[in-house]
């Protein structure tokens, strides 16, 4: 065998690095075993052993479920971006954002086209609600659309992932034509975040949004599906600030709300980091602050079983309005440190 000259130059330097590696990877093994069996029990301590008594009653749950129940019918076969069942879903929210009087805000009226490997016609639907003060930034609340259409002959039907956060980002439109917001609001209902969050993404990569325009971004991704109560709230470990304001959201909210999977493996350790697992992803990746809300991966998460039918709808009206209370909290908020400094 002809060895190179420069692995025999330091060989013992590689011998070494070899018996430290051998060394190092049981006990790093073990270390993450510690760290995650830490970050379940901290998880454990921060959940509530209950929400609130009530919950405000502000969004119209059964449009609500008329809408996920459409978007997630067999004859929109999964909503695959480009196919025939995701450009109907496409046009159903253009539609909708058209009907109750939103400003369109793609690159061709409310769509914004973008392609990626393997589909030529993928689109987000963008809608916007002018604030109260022009000199805000934009707050951009997102869900995408899109599922994993059919595979082997079965439809993934995705009512829950994510047939429910585009229901309710509907609803908040309709909500926030009647009650006009501070910040001007851009609804986002965004393409292909199965392929890798890329209709988010493609927001920046194209040039259409500046991520020095947008103060805030809060993305609602799996609502309606009843998890123990638990709701989860994302992005706090990024934005400590946070905290206080999803605090006041649980005050008024039965769900039991959760601050948690936003910590990195070295302080979670094998626990799930849900920082770039959907559209928020794409706002952390420029510096944009957010918060995610959506329920625990559950059984039928990414299967044919995932159907309207299984929907808890009281769950859902509760998480929704959870998001809602901390989008007008967000949208209070913002406005008041722009007037304090």
């Given at each position: 065998m002809n060895i190179p000259s420069w692995i025999r130059r330091?060989?013992?330097?590689?011998?070494?690095?070899?018996?430290?590696?051998?060394?190092?990877?049981?006990?790093?093994?073990?270390?993450?075993?510690?760290?995650t069996e830490r970050e379940a029990e901290r998880i454990a301590a921060i959940t509530p052993a209950r929400g609130a008594e009530t919950t405000p009653v502000r969004l119209d749950i059964d449009r609500m479920m008329a809408d996920l129940i459409w978007l997630a019918d067999a004859e929109r076969a999964g909503r695959f971006p480009g196919t025939e069942g995701g450009i109907a879903a496409r046009e159903f929210i253009e539609a909708q954002f058209a009907e109750l009087g939103l400003l369109p805000?793609?690159?061709?009226?409310?769509?914004?086209?973008?392609?990626?490997?393997?589909?030529?016609?993928?689109?987000?639907?963008?809608?916007?609600?002018?604030?109260?003060?022009?000199?805000?930034?934009?707050?951009?609340?997102?869900?995408?659309?899109?599922?994993?259409?059919v595979r082997d002959g079965e439809i993934f039907y995705g009512a829950d992932d994510n047939a429910s956060g585009t229901a309710a980002l509907l609803e908040y439109a309709r909500y926030f034509t009647e009650n006009q917001p501070n910040h001007t609001l851009l609804f986002a209902a965004v393409d292909s975040e199965e392929h890798g969050l890329l209709g988010a993404h493609a927001l920046f990569n194209t040039g259409h949004l500046n991520p020095k325009d947008i103060a805030f971004n809060v993305n609602v991704d799996m609502l309606s599906r009843d998890t123990d109560q638990i709701l989860f709230a994302v992005g706090t470990y990024h934005h400590p600030w946070l905290v206080p304001l999803v605090r006041r959201v649980q005050q008024e909210n039965e769900a039991r709300i959760v601050m948690a999977h936003d910590r990195p493996?070295?302080?979670?350790?094998?626990?799930?980091?849900?920082?770039?697992?959907?559209?928020?992803?794409?706002?952390?990746?420029?510096?944009?602050?957010?918060?995610?809300?959506?329920?625990?991966?559950?059984?039928?998460?990414?299967?044919?079983?995932?159907?309207?039918?299984?929907?808890?709808?009281?769950?859902?009206?509760?998480?929704?309005?959870?998001?809602?209370?901390?989008?007008?909290?967000?949208?209070?908020?913002?406005?008041?440190?722009?007037?304090?400094?």
């Open positions: 330091f060989w013992p330097l590689w011998a070494l690095i070899i018996i430290v590696v051998i060394l190092w990877w049981p006990g790093r093994a073990m270390y993450m075993n510690v760290l805000a793609g690159t061709d009226g409310f769509i914004h086209p973008f392609t990626h490997e393997g589909v030529e016609d993928a689109a987000n639907v963008l809608g916007i609600i002018p604030g109260r003060d022009p000199s805000l930034r934009t707050i951009v609340i997102t869900a995408h659309y899109d599922h994993l259409g493996w070295w302080r979670a350790g094998h626990t799930d980091d849900w920082t770039m697992s959907s559209d928020h992803g794409a706002f952390h990746r420029v510096g944009v602050p957010f918060i995610y809300f959506g329920v625990a991966d559950h059984p039928d998460y990414h299967t044919p079983r995932d159907t309207s039918d299984k929907v808890d709808v009281e769950f859902f009206r509760i998480t929704s309005e959870a998001a809602l209370s901390f989008i007008k909290l967000i949208d209070q908020v913002l406005q008041e440190k722009i007037k304090t400094h």
